[in-house]
């Protein structure tokens, strides 16, 4: 069932995931418009990837629906519907996941090859296009163990791109890399929104990226989603003064705080409560909970995120 331009190009409702009996997201809901890039974040262990892996099927929901192009995924009875959809949307995961015994050109021939009976010599000049656009022309025949980190992100993005998928999805873009590199990502990514006219998720915990990047952003806190907002909103609220912020909800001053990076405010307070109830009860709910707050660019160095769809151990940033 194709989706008029203006619907909604995913549809989020009432999604409840669970692990081990625990709601790891509990009752989300909103949408993604066709061509709008649209910012998932939160702090570490707040649900975003666990959110990102529900939207592209490959972890199975308990409640509630996800829509891709206006199909119900979960209605899905066989892989093949799943696998025909997974070829209009596009993956880029934290490392790029390359396969390290090709080179960038024949990482990036792959989905071509695997999904297209297209002609070598064709495939051949859509992976120049596609190393073009992400500015890597030059580096085809280079392995990933030659190429930096921002490379490897560009050739994932590249390759994430092969099949002219009409939404790309990235977790993490900027995880590990340094600030300008960071920057340059993030750059590529609003310039091939404008260019291609995809619409992009992206799951990041980097503030200036979010800032950089989104059209509206979705706020995550412990598995709830506590506002979906056009990016201007947020910037109103993070600009908003100290002395006015007495006067805004519990959930917006927790939002503040975590745009801002500010030392003091319910993320510090809650945090600071559950300590104390760990000193009294021996339990408390775990630190990786409670969301870390990022003001500045920050090189994530530690965690996975999710290397590959089938990665479980999918923990950190
Ligand atoms: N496969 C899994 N099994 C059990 N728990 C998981 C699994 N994946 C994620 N979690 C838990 O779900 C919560 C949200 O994780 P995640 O979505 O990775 O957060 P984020 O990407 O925001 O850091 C965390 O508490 C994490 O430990
Ligand atoms: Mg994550």
Known sequence: MPTSPDQPII???DLV???DGRAVLDGVSFDVNRGETMVIMGGS???KSTMLRCMIGSLVIDEG???LFGEDICSFTDEEQMNALRKRFGILFQSGALFNSMSV?????LPLQEHTDLDPDIIATMVKIKLELVGLREHADKFPAQISGGMKKRAGLARALALDPQILFYDEPSAGLDPVTSAEIDQLMVDLTKKLGVTSVVVTHEMDSAFTIADRMAMFDKGRMMAVEAREWYEGL?????AESA????????IRQFLRGDAKGPLTERKAASNYEEDLLGSAEPFENTPSVVSTRVSSLSGPIIDDEDDESNEGT
């Open 11 to 13: 549809r989020v409702r």
């Open 238 to 242: 993070r600009d908003t003064p100290e």
């Open 45 to 47: 262990g707040s649900g």
């Open 247 to 254: 006067q805004l909800s519990y959930d917006h001053r927790l």
């Open 105 to 109: 050109g024949e990482n990036v021939a």
């Open 17 to 19: 995931k669970k692990f």
């Open 65 to 67: 629906t996800v829509e």
